[in-house]
């Protein structure tokens, strides 16, 4: 799999949630939080798909693209990665810097105690 650069993965992060959308549509979405220009999108999405990223439906006037990476497996690929460089490949590293630069919520908390639950479970 090709690592996506930061501009990709906003780009797969939107087309993840959509399923499937114009340069425009992507475009849109992208201006409501950062100051970009329609042509550095489209140019993007263009080497995406050339990459393989993104597959490009070309039936009609406008292209419409889907992601090809499959999002789990994206974010499993750059945790492993993340956590490799960043945390010397731990796991308690990473979590740790992770809920102290955060102000989880009880929910979130919960979750988390449930997750680790399971996790010793599985090893009982």
Same mark, same amino acid.
């Given at each position: 799999? @090709?690592?996506? #650069? ?23 979405? !992208?201006?409501? #939080?950062?100051?970009?220009?329609? =042509? #550095? #999108? ?26 090809? =990476? @499959?999002?789990?497996? =994206? ?5 492993? @990665? !993340? ?8 796991? /308690?590293? !990473? ?23 399971? !996790?010793?479970? /599985?090893?009982?």
């Amino acid at each position: 799999m @090709n690592k996506p #650069t930061e501009a990709e993965l906003e780009i797969l992060s939107i087309l993840w949630k959509m399923g499937e959308a114009s340069v425009r549509q992507v475009h849109e979405k !992208l201006a409501e #939080t950062k100051d970009t220009g329609y =042509t #550095t #999108t489209l140019k993007i999405m263009q080497i995406m798909h050339a990459k393989g990223m993104l597959s490009r439906n070309e039936q009609s006037r406008t292209h419409i693209y889907s992601p090809l =990476t @499959n999002q789990k497996e =994206t974010q499993k690929s750059l945790l492993k @990665n !993340l956590m490799s460089t960043a945390f010397g490949g731990s796991s /308690k590293s !990473l979590v740790i810097q992770a809920l102290g630069e955060e102000n989880p919520s009880q929910e979130e908390l919960n979750e988390i105690r449930n997750f680790l639950d399971q !996790l010793e479970n /599985k090893k009982s």
